[in-house]
């Protein structure tokens, strides 16, 4: 493991994403990456009486989910890395109480998926044979936490994005045979002044671009290096900034560039406005449609960058600005 470049770590003996593993709830069930998610939830409780502990079963069922699958045992599992919305990570702190696998806790709003993955490669490299990785985000929890109570039933703008419910896991191993995780490139704070909450999107696009950018100038990559690149959830109004301002950049992405949240949701038929966004997003779509992209040889370079809004409901309140954040991976086979 060397440093390159400004920000980017590159992996000489490339840690294996072993498996993954994914549910959703209904909503999410009914778009077009449906077949490649792993169970899916008839309604957004799951038998549990509020939409909270419902999370908390779902990131725990997604974590049992994906040790099951992937033939390893929980003592096995040297460390584990997980968070999702809620204040407090309260989510994986009660879904995952039970694992006995050392924990940490880690927030990067909904970045935190690809935060997680990059931890656990790093920890790969010294001393953990098998990490964990997961987060969660639940459409219902999140709208009473940041937003206004579901009762009120306010509009929603064109510009504002669909919380994912659903869990996304995976089990990064020291060997193994791919797909590999040969590098990451650590996100740096970008803060536009952005204070609109229902326009994510312009908020974290600016950090998915000083992302990208420094990734290209650290490793001398150009955009055609990958077959895709996603980012977490910018949405359709963060897609286009982001394309115009790496234009700006001298660098053309339109071909090969594509969004977590677009991609999970159908816009036209599902009324989600600018697209999916929470942890649950890119967690999801990754563990559901892109590894299995990745296995199938479909894509055998990614680099996924997930965005997150690191901000609260608090500060909005207080008139702060929403400050952007974007971690990238770049997975080969």
């Not at 064109?158 to 990451?184: D, E």
């Not at 998915?208 to 895709?228: C, E, I, K, M, S």
């Not at 949701?265 to 599902?270: G, M, P, T």
Request: charged share 20%.
């Amino acid at each position: 493991m060397k440093k390159i470049g400004k920000q980017t770590i590159l992996f000489d003996n490339p840690p294996t994403i072993l498996e993954c593993a994914s549910i959703v709830g209904p909503k999410e069930a009914e778009g077009p990456l449906c077949k490649y998610f792993d169970q899916t939830l008839e309604d957004e409780f799951w038998g549990e009486k509020s939409w909270e502990k419902a999370e908390s079963k779902i990131i725990k069922e997604t974590v049992n989910l994906v040790i099951s699958k992937s033939g390893i045992s929980n003592q096995e599992i040297d460390i584990c890395f997980a968070g999702d919305l809620l204040n407090q990570c309260i989510s994986s702190n009660f879904g995952l109480r039970d694992t006995n696998v050392p924990f940490f806790g880690v927030f990067g709003a909904c970045s935190t998926f690809v935060e997680s993955m990059s931890l656990s490669a790093i920890c790969s490299e010294s001393f953990a044979n098998y990490s964990l990785c997961a987060t969660s985000s639940h459409f219902c929890s999140a709208e009473k936490q940041f937003r206004f109570p579901l009762e009120l039933g306010n509009q929603r703008p064109q510009s504002a994005q669909w919380t994912v419910t659903g869990s996304g896991s995976a089990i990064i191993s020291k060997t193994g045979q791919g797909p590999y995780i040969t590098a990451i490139t650590p996100g740096k704070i970008v803060d536009m002044g952005i204070k609109d909450a229902n326009n994510m999107g312009a908020a974290m696009a600016p950090a998915f671009a000083d992302t990208l950018v420094t990734h290209f100038l650290d490793t001398g990559r150009t955009p055609n290096y990958y077959d895709a690149i996603i980012s977490g959830d910018l949405g359709y109004v963060g897609k286009d900034i982001v394309i115009d301002i790496m234009a700006s950049q001298g660098y053309n992405i339109k071909s090969n560039y594509n969004d977590c949240g677009i991609l999970i949701f159908d816009k036209n038929k599902q009324d989600t406005h600018s697209g999916g966004s929470g942890c649950g997003c890119a967690a999801t779509v990754f563990s559901g449609y892109l590894y299995k992209q990745l296995q199938e040889k479909k894509i055998k370079r990614l680099l996924l960058i997930a965005t997150g809004a690191l901000m609260n409901s608090t500060s909005s309140h207080q008139g702060e600005s929403i400050p952007g954040i974007a971690h990238a991976i770049s997975i080969e086979i």
